[in-house]
C-alpha cells in the first residue's frame, strides 16, 4: 500500500466511529448480563454458594452476552435501514466519482469440487449474460477452478468449459483448470489462481459453485473498489433462493426476511472492520497476493494444519496490511443457495465448526485488529455456545436431580423459635424470562415491522402471509434448535478431542432425507432424550416441564428431519403463500435464465447413447470428447516402465472386460495419460458393435 494510502486509511472519520460504538455495545451485552447473572443467583435454592450453582451461573452469563450480541446487532441494523442516509455505506455515490479504468480488469472465480456440471454451466451462462446485459464490452474474465476427484466428473467438467466458450462465443474469456492435487481445498485452489494469472487481473469476484450474481452487482463492485481505493475486501449480502424444501425454503424466507436487518447492524459495528464470507466478494488482487497467504498451524488437525475458515483470516490479514473491509449491505443482485435438508447442513456445519474452532489460535495473533479478534471470538462461539447451552442444561439437570433427592433443612443448627421455610418470589422469574423472551424475538418483530414500513410486504406472499409465515418458521426453527445444538456440541467437543473430518461434496438438489438415514443420525439424540425426559418425570416432574420443549423436538427429529427436506412439502407451503420471498414473487432474469438452460439440457439427445454422469466413457467413446481431453492434457511424457506396464495393463482389462472394472483411481489415471487414452479410443471402436452396446453403452441407433 502506497504511502498516501496508509496515510489517507489512518485519518479516516470511520475508525474513531467504529472504535465508539464497540465501546457502547461492550456495555450493552456485558452490564444487562451481569444483572441476569445477579437474578439467577437470587433464583437458584442455595444463592449460588455451592460450585454447582456458581458453574450454572457463570455459564448463563456467557450465554445471556451471547444472545445479547445478536440482539444489539439486530436493533442496530434496524435503526440503521428505518434511519436510512448511512454516511458510512460503501454504496453511496462521492462527489469524485471517475470512470472505471480502461486498463482494468476482474477475474470471476468459480471454484468446484465434484458439483453437478449441469448446474455449474447453467449459473456461468446466466452471470455471463447478464453481464453481456449490462455492457457487451465488459471487462471480466471467468475462470472455472476445479478440485474434481471424480474422474467422471473431470470429463463432465471440460465439455462444459467448451459448450460454454463455445455458445457464448467466449474464446480467451472463459477458461477452465483442474488440480491433480487437492491442497488447502477451495483457499488453496484460489492461492493457486493468484500464483498464476493474478498479475493480469486488478481485482477477482469469489464465487462458490452455487453462487450468481447479476452484471449490475459485478460492476457496481468494481465501480465502489475504484473510487474508494483503500478498500481490499467488499463482500456483498447474498440472498438465499433457489431449494424447494421446506427447510430450504423455510431459511430463505428468514435470510430475505432477517438477513438485511442483522447485515446492516453488522455493517453499524464493525464498518470497515468487517468480515469476508469466502464467497460473494470482490477482492483487490495485488494486496491480496502480497499479504493475506495463510500459514499452517503449529500441530496436527483438527486445530493445527491447513486453516479450513480462511475468509475470516484473510479478512484479517487485509486489514493488518492497512486496507479496509467492508460490508455492501445495501447491495442486492447477490445470491446463493442452502443445503437442502438438515443432514446436508449439518454435515456442512460440521467443516465450519473445525474451522471456526481453529481460529482460537489465532485470537492473539500479532498485528491483529479488535474488531477482527471480536469476529474470531464471534466464529468461535457460533458453535461453542451449543455446548455452552448443553452445559447448562446438564448442570441444571444435575441441580435438579440435587433438589429432588436431598432431605430439606428447615430448622438450622442454631436455637431459633421459628423454622426456616422456603420463600420464592416469581417475579425475578419472569423478569428474567420476559428478558430472555425479548432478546430472542423482539428482532423478528422489527424485521416484520421493517418490511411493513419500507412496503415489502407484497415481496413476502401479503400482509397475512408474511405475519403467517413468521410464526410458522418460530414455530420450526424452535423444533430445529435442540436439534442443531445436540450435533453442534458434539462438532466441538470431537474437534476439541483431537477428531478430524472430512471434507465431503455438498448435495443441491431437492432429494429428501430417507427414514434410514435420518434414524441413523437422530436416532441417539432421540433416545437420549426418551431417557433424560422420563428421568426427569419421576425424579423433578416440575423441572420436566421446564425442558419439555427440548425433550419433545429431539423425541420428534427423525419425522421433523425427513418432512423438512421434502420439496413436495415445501411446494405445499408455497402454494399456501408461506415462506414466500421476493425471489419466488418476482424472479431475477438470471435464475430465470438458469431454469431454461436446465429444462434445455433435460431434452437433449446425447451423443452415443451416452450419459452426461458417464464422463469417463464419453471421453473414451466419443471422438470429439476423446480429442478435447487429450488437448487440455499436458503433452507427451516418458514414463518409467513400470508405470507405463501398469497403464498399458488397465488398457488391456477395460477393453477385455468393459469400463466397470476399473477403479476411480485407475480411470483417472489412464484420463492423465494422452497417449493410452487415445490408444484405449482407437481399439475400443474396433471392438464389435455388440461389445460396444454391452459394456460400453454405446448406442448407434439415428
Not at 9 to 36: E, I, K, Q, S
Not at 94 to 117: G, K, Q, S, W
Not at 377 to 382: F, I, P
Not at 458 to 466: E, I, K, M
Request: with cysteine.
Amino acid at each position: 500500500m502506497s504511502t498516501f494510502a496508509s496515510r489517507e486509511y489512518l485519518h479516516m472519520p470511520w475508525r474513531r466511529v467504529a472504535a465508539r460504538r464497540r465501546w457502547l455495545l461492550l456495555a450493552l451485552v456485558v452490564l444487562p448480563a451481569l444483572a441476569a447473572a445477579h437474578t439467577m443467583r437470587g433464583l437458584l435454592p442455595h444463592s449460588g454458594t455451592t460450585a454447582l450453582e456458581m458453574a450454572i451461573i457463570t455459564v448463563y452469563g456467557i450465554l445471556f452476552v451471547w444472545i445479547s450480541l445478536g440482539f444489539w446487532t439486530a436493533l442496530a441494523g434496524f435503526w440503521t435501514l428505518v434511519r436510512g442516509n448511512d454516511r458510512f455505506a460503501v454504496t453511496r455515490p462521492r462527489p469524485d466519482d471517475a470512470p472505471i479504468r480502461p486498463h482494468v480488469r476482474t477475474a470471476i472465480l468459480f471454484p468446484i469440487c465434484n458439483e453437478d456440471p449441469l448446474r455449474i454451466q447453467a449459473g456461468i451462462r446466466a452471470v455471463w449474460r447478464s453481464l453481456q446485459r449490462v455492457d457487451p464490452n465488459h471487462r471480466f474474465d471467468l475462470h472455472i477452478l476445479s478440485d474434481s476427484s471424480d474422474p467422471d466428473r473431470w470429463v463432465q467438467e471440460e465439455i462444459m468449459w467448451r459448450e460454454l466458450t463455445s455458445s457464448l462465443e467466449a474464446e480467451g474469456r472463459i477458461f477452465y483448470r483442474r488440480r491433480r492435487i487437492n491442497l488447502k481445498r477451495k483457499s488453496g485452489n484460489v492461492a493457486d489462481f493468484c500464483r498464476r494469472y493474478g498479475a493480469h487481473y486488478t481485482y477477482m469476484v469469489v464465487f462458490d459453485a452455487d453462487s450468481v450474481m447479476t452484471g449490475a452487482t459485478l460492476v457496481e463492485l468494481v465501480r465502489i473498489m475504484e473510487r474508494r481505493r483503500t478498500i481490499g475486501i467488499l463482500q456483498t449480502a447474498p440472498a438465499c433462493t433457489g431449494r424447494e424444501t421446506l427447510i430450504a425454503r423455510a431459511q430463505q424466507f428468514a435470510n430475505r426476511l432477517y438477513g438485511p436487518m442483522y447485515v446492516a447492524g453488522l455493517h453499524h459495528w464493525f464498518l470497515g472492520d468487517a468480515q469476508f464470507w469466502g464467497h460473494n466478494a470482490i477482492i483487490r488482487v495485488a494486496p491480496f497476493m502480497r499479504h493475506c497467504a495463510l500459514p499452517r498451524l503449529p500441530g496436527k488437525p483438527p486445530l493445527g494444519g491447513d486453516i479450513m475458515s480462511h475468509d475470516f483470516v484473510e479478512s484479517a490479514l487485509m486489514r493488518r496490511a492497512g486496507y479496509s473491509v467492508w460490508l455492501a449491505y445495501e447491495l442486492e443482485g447477490s445470491y446463493e443457495e442452502v443445503p437442502p435438508n438438515l443432514l446436508n447442513e449439518l454435515k456442512r456445519d460440521r467443516r465450519w465448526c473445525q474451522g471456526n474452532l481453529q481460529h482460537l489460535r489465532l485470537v492473539f495473533t500479532r498485528g491483529i485488529f479488535p474488531g477482527h479478534r471480536a469476529l474470531f471470538l464471534n466464529g468461535v462461539m457460533s458453535y461453542g455456545s451449543a455446548l455452552l447451552w448443553f452445559a447448562l442444561l446438564a448442570l441444571s439437570t444435575a441441580e435438579a436431580v440435587v433438589e429432588a433427592v436431598r432431605t430439606p433443612r428447615y430448622f438450622p443448627a442454631t436455637k431459633t423459635l421459628f423454622p426456616s421455610w422456603p420463600v420464592w418470589d416469581p417475579w425475578p422469574a419472569l423478569i428474567l424470562l420476559g428478558a430472555t423472551a425479548a432478546i430472542l424475538f423482539l428482532p423478528k418483530i422489527c424485521a416484520l415491522l421493517l418490511a411493513l414500513l419500507q412496503g415489502r410486504r407484497r415481496l413476502f406472499g401479503g400482509f397475512f402471509a408474511l405475519w403467517g409465515s413468521v410464526l410458522a418458521e418460530v414455530i420450526l426453527s424452535t423444533l430445529l434448535a435442540p436439534i442443531r445444538m445436540l450435533f453442534h456440541s458434539k462438532y466441538v467437543f470431537l474437534t476439541l478431542l483431537g477428531r478430524g473430518i472430512g471434507w465431503g461434496t455438498q448435495q443441491r438438489d431437492d432429494h429428501g432425507t430417507p427414514f434410514r438415514d435420518a434414524l441413523r443420525f437422530h436416532g441417539g439424540g432421540s433416545l437420549l432424550a426418551m431417557l433424560w425426559g422420563g428421568a426427569m418425570v419421576s425424579i423433578n416432574p416440575t423441572f420436566f416441564w421446564w425442558i419439555s420443549p427440548l425433550v419433545f423436538s429431539l423425541l420428534l427429529a427423525v419425522p421433523v428431519s425427513m418432512l423438512s427436506s421434502r420439496a413436495e412439502v415445501g411446494q405445499l407451503f408455497r402454494r399456501l403463500r408461506l415462506f414466500c420471498t421476493p425471489e419466488e414473487i418476482q424472479p431475477p432474469q438470471e435464475y430465470q435464465d438458469i431454469e431454461a438452460h436446465l429444462q434445455a439440457l433435460s431434452h437433449r439427445r446425447p451423443r452415443f447413447g451416452l450419459p452426461p454422469e458417464a464422463g469417463f466413457i464419453r471421453a473414451v467413446a466419443d471422438p470429439q470428447v476423446n480429442l478435447l481431453h487429450r488437448a487440455l492434457l499436458r503433452g507427451h511424457r516418458s514414463l518409467h516402465p513400470a508405470i507405463a506396464a501398469r497403464r498399458d495393463a488397465l488398457v488391456e482389462r477395460a477393453l477385455a472386460n468393459g469400463p466397470h472394472v476399473l477403479s476411480p483411481l485407475e480411470r483417472e489415471e489412464l484420463l492423465f495419460d494422452p497417449q493410452r487414452i487415445e490408444q484405449l479410443h482407437h481399439r475400443l471402436w474396433q471392438l464389435p458393435e455388440e461389445t460396444l452396446r454391452k459394456e460400453w453403452g454405446v448406442q448407434f441407433d439415428g
